[in-house]
């Protein structure tokens, strides 16, 4: 069965500092990752996805994670984290066109 | 990527009734999946709805109890039936459009019950 671990409940960073989020997943196959994000309120926003290819993805407002096959991870990575990230980040494992799975979520906090 | 909007937004129903939740997309797809995040958790798979066929159910949840119309490629309904304090959460319809390999959320429909 596949499933999806995130060992940070929470987490706090303080503004302009970087970011990494841990994502581990188990899958018997070639893993469909995703990092999505959710705001207060809001539904899910779909960050970036790696399907195969460059290990190392880009995804929106700045983002960018990275598969390890190796250590079945796909840490999500900021440089810089502004005030507006502070949010709810899920990761998810999935195969093609088939429902998903998701980790327990991230909080993150951004202090001034 | 496809354009999700629900309805109700939001709603705070009386214990014993039930609420019916709608999702429509922009475009035609085949499969839309219904799920369910309780306070403060993540999101469980209630449904797959395909449309011409009957919705399949995650374990621990019921056709009784979530009845899911899929009428036609670009709307669906979930109800959520005989509703206790437990069911409070929100609920999120999503779609994989034609061609993507993505799912695509829609807003959610919080659903509180006193």
């Known amino acids: 069965a596949q499933s999806v671990t995130q060992p940070d409940i929470h987490i706090t960073v303080s503004e302009g500092a970087s970011l990494e989020l841990r994502c581990n997943y188990s899958?018997?196959?070639?893993?469909?990752l995703f990092w999505y994000v959710q705001s207060p309120g809001q539904g899910l926003q779909l960050l970036l996805k790696y399907f195969s290819g460059d290990t190392l993805v880009q995804g929106i407002k700045g983002f960018e994670a990275e598969f390890k096959r190796s250590q079945s991870s796909f840490n999500l990575r900021k440089p810089s984290v502004h005030w507006s990230d502070a949010a709810e980040y899920f990761c998810a494992v999935g195969a093609g066109r088939r429902a998903l799975t998701f980790g327990s979520g991230t909080r993150l906090q951004v202090q001034p | 990527s496809a354009v999700i909007s629900q309805k109700p937004s939001r709603d705070i129903c009386q214990r014993g009734t039930s609420l019916t939740i709608q999702c429509q997309v922009d475009s035609q797809v085949t499969m839309m999946f219904w799920y369910r995040q309780q306070p403060g958790q993540s999101l469980t798979l209630i449904a797959t709805a395909n449309q011409g066929s009957e919705a399949t159910y995650e374990s621990g949840f019921v056709i009784d109890k979530f009845p899911i119309s899929r009428p036609n490629l670009t709307f669906s309904t979930l109800t959520v039936s005989n509703m206790s304090p437990e069911d409070s959460s929100i609920y999120l319809c999503?779609?994989?459009?034609?061609?993507?390999?993505?799912?695509?959320f829609g807003p959610g429909t919080r659903l509180t019950v006193l």
């Open positions: 899958y018997g196959a070639t893993p469909y």
């Open positions: 999503s779609v994989t459009p034609a061609g993507s390999d993505t799912q695509y």
